[in-house]
């Protein structure tokens, strides 16, 4: 039996996978999370061969988990299920160690089929995010264009971001202006949304 764990913050979502993993005949859900950081923990605790993660989770995300889980549990093999086919999250997840990734657009057997063959050692992934991946090159921010970005979402000013990031205001407007310039935007707010459109955040 394959032993799946399987994180996502849905709980009709959930629910609705698990049930038809189960119906399978060599796979066995073995846990069951809202959470992304419980993921860590819970496999420690529950050796699955593979944890099918969400992306966006309440704690931690699955791309997060993702790579902890690459040092704590690397018998583990990770497979994400997201909503959100973004170019930059499918490299982010391969880059965190993640064997698979998927849309959950996608019939469930084509995740019982992903689960099988990520235990057999193949990578899966989506083959049209694929291509996007390809087409889109690679993330052209830096951790911290990345992390001063994130942390203008909801209109913070720069006295904010500097306070939560514990940098000078200039050093907050260079990283703001480095990030304007590589995504080609015209200011913070559309560098930011090209940036979460990208899957690059």
């Not at 189960?22 to 420690?44: F, K, M, P, T, Y």
């Not at 993660?53 to 990770?78: K, Q, Y």
């Amino acid at each position: 039996m394959i032993r799946v764990l399987l994180a996502e913050d849905q709980g009709m979502m959930r629910g609705a996978l698990a049930t038809l993993l189960e119906l399978e005949d060599d796979i066995d859900v073995v846990g069951l999370l809202a959470r992304g950081d419980e993921v860590v923990d819970a496999c420690v605790r529950l050796t699955p061969d593979v944890a099918v993660l969400d992306i966006e989770m309440p704690g931690r995300s699955g791309l997060d988990a993702a790579a902890e889980l690459a040092t704590a549990v690397p018998s583990c093999r990770v497979l994400i299920v997201t909503t959100f086919g973004r170019p930059g999250y499918l490299r982010r997840a391969m880059d965190a160690g993640a064997r698979g990734f998927l849309i959950k657009d996608s019939p469930v057997e084509q995740l019982a089929d992903a689960i099988r063959r990520v235990v057999a050692g193949e990578t899966v992934v989506d083959p049209t995010l694929a291509a996007a991946a390809l087409r889109a090159g690679p993330n052209p921010l830096s951790a911290r264009e990345r992390d001063v970005l994130a942390a203008s979402a909801d209109g913070a000013t720069i006295a904010d971001i500097a306070r939560a990031l514990h940098l000078s205001e200039s050093t907050v407007r260079n990283y703001l202006s480095a990030a304007i310039g590589k995504t080609s935007t015209r200011n913070r707010i559309e560098a930011l949304n090209a940036a979460r459109t990208n899957g690059w955040l």
